[in-house]
Nanobody
Framework: QVHLEESGGGLVQAGDSLRLSCVFFGDSEDSFTNYAVGWFRQAPGAQREFVASFLKRGGGTYYSDSVKGRFTLSKDNAKNTVYLHMNSLQPEDTARYYC?????????????WGQGTQVTVSS
């Protein structure tokens, strides 16, 4: 069983930066390095949208076109933590951000979702 815990959201102004954190809690059979981990977001009245993800075992990263060049993923394997560094935030980035994990790869349906952390960007 895996539990994902996000933090770092908040209210910022356009152009500001935020760093979201996702801590991966799993047992010995659910190791952090055996999962692909990433982020989705959902704005009010909109569908959930892919943001960024790591492939499992450090295979690489993917970013949506809407955040490419502004958002960056990093991780600390010793802390079982993935970070989403968000720069040049815009009002359209306002959403609830969810950490996700999947044993195969990040897609629409993932094995595990966190509860989310709210990011609000004012103009």
């Amino acid at each position: 069983q895996v539990h994902l815990e996000e933090s770092g959201g908040g209210l910022v102004q356009a152009g500001d930066s935020l760093r979201l954190s996702c801590v991966f809690f799993g047992d010995s059979e659910d190791s952090f390095t055996n999962y692909a981990v990433g982020w989705f977001r959902q704005a009010p009245g909109a569908q959930r949208e892919f943001v960024a993800s790591f492939l499992k075992r450090g295979g690489g990263t993917y970013y949506s076109d809407s955040v490419k060049g502004r958002f960056t993923l990093s991780k600390d394997n010793a802390k079982n933590t993935v970070y989403l560094h968000m720069n040049s935030l815009q009002p359209e980035d306002t959403a609830r951000y969810y950490c996700v994990a999947d044993q195969v790869g990040i897609g629409i349906n993932n094995d595990y979702w966190g509860q989310g952390t709210q990011v609000t960007v004012s103009s």
